[in-house]
C-alpha cells in the first residue's frame, strides 16, 4: 500500500482542473482497500473514481482513495439472458464494448458515457430511452466505518432520475466494489424511440438494426456533439433535465410555442435543459478559458487553465439566468466539489 503526499488530481478529473490532494492511496484490491479504511476511516476520506461527474473547486484536505479494482466475469447465464459481474474500477464504456463483442444485449444505448463501473448505480447513468437500473441486478459496496461488503438489490438502491439511495440516505457511507448487471444473448429488445438514433440508422442505411448498429449510433450522436475530455476538458452533461408538471408546461409553451418536451406522466413533464441554456444564449459562450459548448449548451467546458471556482461561477449564472427567464430550476448533474 503506497500513499503520495500532495498529490496532483490534475490527471484524475475529466476537466482537468488542477488541484492537490493532501494524500493519495491508488486502491487496486478489496484487501488494500479494507486495510486503508480500517487505519484511516475516522479521517477525512474522498472516494475517487473515474473523475468524469465532478468539478473540483478547491485543494482536498483528506486522504484520496482512487478506486481501480479491475475484472468482468460471467456470474450466471441462461438460454436467453446473462448476468455479468464488472468491477468498480473498469471503465464503462470498454465494458459496453466487452458486452457488444459477445453479443450481449440491453447496453448499447448507453455507449460512450464517460466514467467508470463503480459510479454507474451512484448516478442511475442513462442515456436515450435506457437507465442503469433497466439492467441492474446488484451490486457490492463495502462499509467505510466497518469495512463490511455489503450486497445492495435493484430496490435497496432506490433508483431515480440520477438519483440512488448512495446520493441520499447513505451518501458518505459505502464504497461500490462491482456490480452486477443482466443482459440479453438473443431476442434483444432494441430502444430506438429517440428521434436522432432513428435519424442517425437511416443516415447509416439501417433498416433492421443489431445492438451493435445502436451502439454505433449512439456513438456517432455523441461524438458530434460532446467534447472529448482529452481534448477539451469537460464533464459531459452539467445538468440535469429538469422536470416541471403539466400546468406549469403549458404556461411555459404558452411563452415559447417551440419548447421541446418529453411527457413523463399526465402530471409531469421533462424539458431539456439544453434548450433552456441555447435560449438564454450561453451556447458557445467564452469566458476567458473556460465556457459552454458551441455544440451542446448542456456540457461546461475548460479551455486549458481554467479552475473550478470560475466554472462553478458560470455555472450559477446559468441557473440564475434560466430561473429569471422561464422561472425553470436546473439543477447540477456534476457533482460540485
Known sequence: MSIIKN?????????GIEAKAQSYCDVTSIKTLKSVLKDYHQKPLFVLSGGSNMLLTKDIEALVLHINL???????ETENTVIVKAMAGENWHNFVLWCLERNYGGIENLSLIPGNIGTAPIQNIGAYGVELKDIFVSCEAINIANQSLKPFSKSDCNFGYRESVFKQNLKGQYIITSVNLELTKVNHQLHTDYGVIKNELESNGVENPT????????????????????????????F??????AEEFQELEGNFPDVPSYK??????????GWL????????KRFKDYGVH???????????NANGKEIFELAQLIQNTVKRLFNINIETEVNII
Do not use: H
Not at 413523463?264 to 435543459?273: C, D, L, R
Open 240 to 245: 440535469k433535465n429538469p422536470i416541471i408538471s
Open 264 to 273: 413523463i406522466s399526465e402530471a409531469a413533464v421533462k424539458i431539456p435543459a
Open 277 to 284: 441554456i441555447e435560449k438564454a444564449g450561453f451556447k458557445g
Open 70 to 76: 479491475k475484472g468482468i466475469e460471467v456470474v450466471s
Open 211 to 238: 445492438i451493435q448498429d445502436i451502439s454505433n449510433a449512439v456513438i456517432a450522436i455523441r461524438q458530434s456533439k460532446l467534447p472529448d475530455p482529452k481534448e477539451i476538458g469537460n464533464s459531459g452533461s452539467f
Open 294 to 304: 458551441n455544440k451542446q449548451a448542456l456540457v461546461l467546458v475548460n479551455y486549458g
Open 7 to 15: 498529490a496532483s488530481l490534475k490527471p484524475y478529473n475529466t476537466f
